[in-house]
Nanobody, 128 residues
Framework: QVQLVESGGGLVQAGGSLRLSCAASGETFSSYAMGWFRQAPGKEREFVAALTWSGLYSYTRKYADFVKGRFTIDGDKDKNTMHLQKNSEKPENTATYYC??????????????????WGRGTQVTVAS
């Protein structure tokens, strides 16, 4: 019912910036949550950031501890898009980044099991 497509991945040098985008299409509700997760080779999928809507045009941001102000998540509900601004990139951030969504409120935004839909991922490679 919902399709998610990530974009904006690629190769970036350490210290550089990258902006990931996620576009949602199909049947969507007025209230939903969206998140970013990443997975590096040999590692488990890891929470990065999430966006939960608390009102028609209000949302709450949640970040993983490792972000430490370097990443910023934002969304446009009217356009069904979400973005992740990644600044001061580090080689450790190299991973496939996945967009996720849930048609409703989430109890634990950092838990992958809370989300119903997933994009196919966009690769981010940070050169040292």
């Amino acid at each position: 019912q919902v399709q998610l497509v990530e974009s904006g991945g690629g190769l970036v040098q350490a210290g550089g910036s990258l902006r990931l985008s996620c576009a949602a299409s199909g049947e969507t509700f007025s209230s939903y949550a969206m998140g970013w997760f990443r997975q590096a080779p040999g590692k488990e999928r890891e929470f990065v950031a999430a966006l939960t809507w608390s009102g028609l045009y209000s949302y709450t941001r949640k970040y993983a501890d490792f972000v430490k102000g370097r990443f910023t998540i934002d969304g446009d509900k009217d356009k069904n898009t979400m973005h992740l601004q990644k600044n001061s990139e580090k080689p450790e951030n190299t991973a496939t980044y996945y967009c996720s969504a849930r048609l409703g409120r989430v109890t634990r935004p950092s838990s992958a099991s809370e989300y119903d839909y997933w994009g196919r991922g966009t690769q981010v490679t940070v050169a040292s």
